[in-house]
């Protein structure tokens, strides 16, 4: 049997969307939710899902800009 080195989450082009900024869309149907979901697993939260020792995230993590107000959050999705 082979031993694991370590386990990661691939993902890529989230495209999150601030709903906080006027004029913008909704992007994606359900990005924001998905993410939520992937921070989730992420974490180790979910049955049968173990969490990664790290995550690539190619493309767009976030599509336009955010609000400032939403800048804690950000960092704390970005640093567990």
Known sequence: MTERHFRFFQWNDLHVRDRHVA???GGY???NEKV???AVAARGEVAGIEAPDFIISAG???C?????SCQPGVRMFLSR
Request: glycine share 24%; hydrophobic share 35%.
């Open 23 to 25: 004029g913008r869309s």
């Open 29 to 31: 149907p359900g990005c």
């Open 36 to 38: 939520a979901w992937l």
């Open 60 to 62: 767009d993590l976030i």
């Open 64 to 68: 336009g800009g955010i609000d400032d």
